[in-house]
């Protein structure tokens, strides 16, 4: 019996186990369709590769005439050249036949660097990954790795993975069969419904409620009996109880009748009866508490009197009475049938007494499968899925019936001092039958980094300065006089006016640069009073200002009068918008013919424009203009003075290493064109705009002008800053195609037929 036992046993973890082991078996003879020729054995015979070439460089065929190329090119002959009548090709000719047109085979000139607009930090490596048909087949599917060369770092890029329709249908295949050995697999939590010896279990059951039960039963007729035994118990004690009660009263009328007896007698003798009944009494007394000692063991009383109440005794009475074992606990606890709780059968207890009925082989056998999930994974999809979307650019399915071009655009930081990077692809096929064809590395692209830094004027880092031999620094002051008529300067009220005027002078004449030559006072009076008396007011003061500055200073001093003060009147005027009348006044001083009569004029015609010029403008007409007249002591006549700036041209070599804030630090203190080519470097074009607005117009500066209007998305103002940049210097027509802002704005307005004219 037990070997047989244990060959039924063995038998059925085999009929279990069966189904998992073909599975295996069935998926590992599908993914080898045939074991005579490989999937990948045409890619042996063969030379196309996948490539990676430049967005349209698409080659240029020498059949065009000449080109001038000022990048690296690779020649390879041209493909797919067709004959005419009576041609052939002159590398396929045998031998020499002048019947023959021999047809030389054409070169094709493929780009291989390429130039990469740097902007913000980043240059964009935009190329093409060119899949050729022969390379493609619906049982495969070709991975292809981009790689990045960094200098002396070597960067994977995200991965582009073209999928053939077969092989897509392998993945699905493998991945429903993994189900399908999922679906196998039962939860531990699912063992107590599905792997259980359901016959056992049930006997087992039934043991456990039959012992539940007769637990019971058992306390049920135990406390039964107790209860039966104390009936009787207590029937015993009323039938003593009412023998006690009977041999009372039976002991009373005894003693009694004695008693009488006795009287009687006494009586009958003549002796006393007093006292007798008495006596009698006490007698029945003590014989009735010897009787209660004697017949219910009342020793454990103090003392038994006459008038005991026997009944409120019978707890006491029955207590020490003689309690069988087996109801000695019951009385001491003094339980009832209420006290005993029979035990139900519950899920727990099912579930409990399952554990121990289970299928033992069914769960071995799905224990092993859940351990070996992973394992069974690897045996039945051979080509997962990637878990996740990192690294990886696209997984596309393909018809493998065309070539397939994937434009790849990778943005990548340019650190100070990089020129180039350069970009070579990996690429392999994997087949459905687990075959993998690594194919040769790809030819390497070059991007030179174009960057806008380029641009920067080295020329700037030495200042050149015009000195001139004579020059002149002027002021104005407004000094006070008491009234319009006073022409005497008063030192009292005019204490600091002519302070910057002895400062500039006594700065000057300390320089041995600076020689004063004079120093001219121009004074003026506003319009009040008539034409001569203004100019002689003028000069008066003038005169009055020269005494007193000749006083302060050494300088040969020239006073020029200058009467009513007409021109800054019509500039204040102009630049108010509280005159009602301004036009009107502006049009009768520009016209005037006899001075006097206008002020008249203007007084009568517009009086309340008048108050307000005669207040507010008039006090600013009265004024001193000063110019101090210099002369350089150092050279003969005008000259141009160079001076090499270090700290500028320690700015341009930040600018052009890519460290533009460092840069900005250095370059903002001058603000000129390499200033406002490091702001358009940092994105800041509206402050770079606002640099060159001061700056004279200048081939670069317009440039960089059509950079920032095409930013700006303002096509107009950026073509018109091109097209003049070109025109001031036709060599930035070279430019154009390596900063990405002008060269779209040139295909998207159509410029190029016009910039090419210069």
Request: aromatic residues 10%.
């Amino acid at each position: 019996m037990e070997r047989k036992k244990k060959l039924n046993t063995f038998l059925l973890f085999t009929i279990l186990i069966a189904p998992v082991a073909l599975l295996l078996i069935f998926n590992s003879c599908s993914s080898n369709r045939t074991y005579g020729r490989l999937e990948i054995e045409r890619l042996f015979m063969q030379t196309t590769k996948p490539e990676i070439d430049f967005l349209s460089s698409g080659g240029l065929q020498g059949q065009d005439g000449p080109r001038t190329l000022s990048e690296e090119v690779s020649f390879t002959s041209a493909e797919d050249q067709t004959l005419e009548d009576n041609e052939v090709f002159a590398n396929q000719a045998q031998k020499l036949d002048t019947s023959k047109v021999y047809k030389l085979t054409e070169v094709v000139i493929r780009v291989k660097s390429h130039f990469a607009p740097e902007r913000d930090g980043k240059v964009n490596l935009d190329f093409n990954i060119i899949a050729p048909v022969d390379v493609l087949d619906p049982n495969w599917r070709l991975i292809l790795t981009p790689k990045v060369i960094d200098g002396d770092s070597i960067h994977r890029l995200d991965t582009v993975v073209l999928v053939g329709e077969g092989f897509r249908d392998k993945q699905v295949s493998d991945y429903e069969a993994y189900e399908d050995f999922l679906s196998t697999i039962v939860d531990p939590s699912a063992y107590d419904s599905l792997f259980v010896n359901w016959k056992s279990l049930y006997k087992e059951i039934h043991k456990v409620q039959r012992r539940n039960y007769d637990d019971y039963r058992n306390k049920y007729d135990l406390i039964m009996g107790y209860e039966n035994w104390k009936k009787m118990n207590e029937m015993e004690f009323l039938s003593m109880e009412a023998l006690a009660l009977r041999h009372k009263k039976h002991m009373y009328s005894k003693y009694w009748r004695k008693a009488e007896d006795q009287v009687i007698k006494n009586k009958d003798k003549g002796k006393l009866t007093a006292g007798i009944h008495e006596k009698y009494e006490e007698k029945y007394k003590k014989d009735y508490i010897s009787f209660l000692k004697n017949r219910f063991s009342l020793h454990w009383l103090d003392s038994v009197t006459f008038d005991l109440n026997l009944h409120a005794q019978k707890d006491s009475i029955l207590k020490r009475s003689h309690v069988p074992r087996k109801y000695r606990e019951i009385h001491e606890n003094k339980l009832t049938l209420n006290d005993i709780q029979a035990k139900a059968f519950t899920k727990d207890d099912s579930v409990r007494i399952a554990k121990h009925h289970y299928l033992i082989d069914e769960i071995v056998l799905n224990e092993l499968n859940m351990n070996r999930k992973d394992d069974v994974f690897k045996e039945i999809v051979e080509f997962p899925y990637r878990p996740d979307s990192r690294g990886l650019k696209i997984d596309t399915l393909i018809t493998a019936e065309d070539d397939v071009v994937f434009h790849y655009r990778q943005p990548w930081a340019v650190k100070p001092g990089m020129k180039n990077l350069k970009i070579v692809m990996e690429s392999r096929v994997e087949a459905v039958d687990r075959s993998v064809f690594v194919f040769p590395t790809s030819d390497t692209l070059t991007y030179f980094i174009a960057s806008l830094s380029q641009l920067a004027d080295e020329s700037l880092t030495t200042e050149r300065k015009k000195l001139h031999k004579f020059l002149f620094d002027k002021g104005t002051v407004y000094p006070n006089y008491k009234t319009r008529k006073t022409f005497q300067f008063d030192e009292n009220t005019n204490q600091d006016t002519f302070d910057k005027l002895l400062e500039a002078y006594n700065t000057y004449s300390s320089n041995s640069e600076y020689s004063v030559d004079s120093i001219i006072i121009q004074c003026s009076v506003d319009l009040q009073g008539d034409w001569e008396s203004n100019y002689e007011q003028s000069l008066r003061r003038g005169n009055a200002i020269s005494s007193y500055l000749k006083n302060k200073i050494g300088a040969h001093i020239v006073v020029k009068p200058k009467g009513e003060d007409w021109s800054s009147l019509v500039k204040e005027i102009q630049s108010r918008n509280d005159l009602p009348n301004g036009a009107a006044i502006l049009d009768t001083l520009t016209n005037a013919v006899y001075p006097d009569q206008t002020e008249e004029g203007i007084k009568k015609l517009y009086p309340a424009d008048y108050k307000i010029i005669r207040d507010e403008i008039y006090p600013k007409l009265n004024r001193v203009d000063y110019f101090i007249e210099l002369c350089r002591t150092d050279i003969e006549k005008d000259t141009v003075r160079e001076t090499y700036r270090e700290d500028y041209a320690e700015g341009i070599r930040l600018l052009r290493n890519g460290e533009y804030m460092n840069a900005l630090e250095i370059l903002a203190n001058y603000g000129d064109y390499n200033t406002a080519l490091c702001l358009v470097c940092m994105g800041y074009n509206d402050k770079a705009q606002s640099v060159l607005a001061r700056l004279p117009e200048s081939a670069k500066n317009e440039y960089l002008s059509a950079i920032i209007f095409a930013r700006k998305k303002d096509d107009n103002k950026a073509a018109l800053h091109l097209i003049n940049a070109c025109k001031l210097d036709p060599d930035m027509y070279n430019r154009i195609n390596l900063d990405s802002e002008v060269s779209e704005l040139a295909n998207r307005v159509n410029l190029w037929p016009r910039l090419s004219k210069y």
